[in-house]
Structure formats: structure tokens, C-alpha cells
């Protein structure tokens, strides 16, 4: 009988536990009266779309540079040109090819603007080409990248300038070359064309060399000079220049008039790039023969190192 009262006693406890643990894993989240307990509560998480932060713009380059006509064209190069210390090549980066692209659009629909390509340079650099400086080598590479892209040479013209400095990374020229804007001129014909034509002839453009040298710098007269003879055969398209070299008196006569030859080819090919047309050019050489100041001084014979651009 006692064994019976303690069978029946672990049973009733074993039946106690196991419905202790039953009610505790299904209900534990309930109060006493069979709500949800106020101790401890679900944890609601909002999911909130955060959108990802902007990329950074990358930094501009410090070869870009801006090609503008006013308020009439404006395009990006981005990346620049980059030239060598001393070269004339430029690296023409795609942004900019873009940028030439969106240029030479702007030339071909507006056919009476002209654009000017100015080369720099500074003293501290050689020129190993056959331009008269580094700067118009600069300028005619980057004319003839435009013209491969589909510019018409016609509206493209050369300038130079020799500056103090130019920006350097790492022996690379960032730019070296500055664009302008302008409208190609025509003088009309009658009192108009006579007076530019008296003034060249009055005037003609002159270009001074260092001894036993074919380099030279232009000057801003000289660029002026040019400007008023190419209006000049804009509007007398038969008309013809001669170009014709001079040296002093120094040295070997045989070898200065080859030099003074070579140094009208050389303003000749300038004059090229320029816009003048090879047919509208006579080049010669008159060595020694023509001085223009006397060759006992330092300052005549500086004079007479020259090439002389007159209408024909």
C-alpha cells in the first residue's frame, strides 16, 4: 500500500513539472490574466531606405582649360594638353578630342569666325624644330589635331608668345597654348582697300634674326603687320607678297645668302600657317646686298638680319 501512495506521489509530481514547462513555453509571454506581459515587449525595428552617399567628384586636372567665344561657345577640356619640356607634340587626352570635336561644330556653322591658336614657351626651353619658336610648333600640332577632326584650316590662324613661365609636373608643359576668338575680315573694295594697301606698303612687315641664327621672336607689331596683309589678300585674292631675307655683312657672302634663303623660308611656312596660301608667297634671298642700316655697328647690323613681307 505504501509503495502504491509513492508511485502515485512521483507520478502526480512528474505531471506537475511537465505541465509547468508546457504552460512556460507557451504562454510565458502572457500576464496572469492571460495578456501579453508588460515587462517584455517585442522589438519593432523600422527599416528605413538611407540612400548611398554622392561619389565624390574627382578634382579637375590641372592641364584643363576652357575654350569660349563669348557668350556664343564654351567647351570643357577637361583633361588638357599635355607637351614635353622643350616638345612641340601634345598628348591630347579623349576629353579633350571631345572638347575639339564640339569646337570644330562651332567653326563649320559660323564660317566668318576665325580662331586663334597661341603656342607659349619660355626661355628655358630648347627648340628643336623647324618653326621659327617652340610656341608656333606648339600651335600648328594642335592646328593640325583640329584640322584631322574636321576644322577647315582656313579659320585657323598661329600666334606665339615667349612667357616667364609655364606650369611644370613632372617635366611635363601642362597647356602651353591659349585659344582666342575673331571675325575674319574683308575690306571692301574702293577708299577702304587703298588706304590698308598704302599702309603695307608704307609699313612692311619685318622680322629681325640673331646672327647665324633662322629663330626669331614675333613681335606684336609684326603679328599686327601680318593681320592687315592677310585682310589685304582676303580682299585681292590675286594678289602676291614678297618675302625676302637679308643679312649683314659678316662672314662668307655664298653663305649668307643661303642663310638669308633659309630665313625666307622659314617666314614663308609661318606665313602658311597663318592662312596665307603657298601661291600668294615669293620667297628669296638677298644675302648682304640690301643692307638697311650700316654694318659698322652692332646696332646696324641688327638691322639688317631681317626678312621684309611686302606686297609685290
Not at 554622392?54 to 577640356?77: E, R, V
Not at 600651335?139 to 616667364?164: C, F, M, N, W, Y
Not at 642700316?293 to 611686302?310: F, H, L, M, Q, Y
Request: hydrophobic share 40%; aromatic share 8%.
Amino acid at each position: 500500500m505504501r509503495g502504491s501512495t509513492l508511485l502515485v506521489a512521483i507520478a502526480l509530481l512528474l505531471w506537475l513539472l511537465g505541465g509547468a514547462w508546457w504552460f512556460n513555453k507557451n504562454y510565458s509571454h502572457m500576464d496572469c490574466f492571460g495578456f501579453g506581459g508588460g515587462q517584455e515587449k517585442a522589438a519593432v525595428t523600422e527599416t528605413k531606405t538611407v540612400p548611398p552617399a554622392p561619389a565624390p567628384k574627382p578634382a579637375a586636372s590641372k592641364a584643363a582649360f576652357t575654350i569660349q567665344d563669348g557668350s556664343a561657345f564654351k567647351a570643357l577640356a577637361a583633361d588638357g594638353l599635355i607637351f614635353d619640356v622643350s616638345g612641340d607634340e601634345p598628348n591630347v587626352p579623349n576629353t579633350t578630342v571631345s572638347a575639339f570635336r564640339n569646337l570644330n561644330s562651332y567653326l563649320i556653322a559660323n564660317p566668318d569666325r576665325k580662331l586663334t591658336v597661341e603656342g607659349r614657351y619660355t626661355t628655358d626651353e630648347a627648340n628643336n624644330t623647324d618653326f621659327l619658336n617652340l610656341g608656333l610648333a606648339r600651335a600648328s600640332a594642335v592646328k593640325d589635331t583640329l584640322v584631322a577632326l574636321g576644322a577647315k584650316a582656313e579659320q585657323i590662324e598661329l600666334a606665339s608668345r615667349k612667357v616667364p613661365v609655364l606650369e611644370v609636373v613632372n617635366k611635363k608643359v601642362l597647356n602651353g597654348l591659349r585659344f582666342a576668338f575673331g571675325t575674319k575680315e574683308v575690306v571692301g573694295a574702293g577708299d577702304e582697300l587703298d588706304k590698308l594697301k598704302a599702309k603695307i606698303q608704307a609699313n612692311p612687315a619685318i622680322m629681325y634674326f640673331a646672327t647665324n641664327s633662322a629663330n626669331v621672336d614675333i613681335t606684336p607689331k609684326f603679328q599686327q603687320d601680318i593681320r592687315d596683309m592677310k585682310t589685304y589678300l582676303n580682299s585681292v585674292p590675286n594678289a602676291k607678297v614678297n618675302v625676302t631675307g637679308h643679312t649683314d655683312n659678316v662672314g662668307n657672302r655664298g653663305s649668307n645668302v643661303s642663310l638669308s634663303q633659309r630665313r625666307a623660308e622659314k617666314v614663308k611656312q609661318y606665313l602658311i600657317q597663318r592662312g596665307f596660301t603657298e601661291a600668294q608667297l615669293v620667297p628669296s634671298g638677298k644675302g648682304p646686298d640690301r643692307p638697311a642700316a650700316t654694318n659698322d655697328t652692332p646696332a646696324g647690323r641688327d638691322k639688317n638680319r631681317r626678312v621684309e613681307i611686302s606686297l609685290r
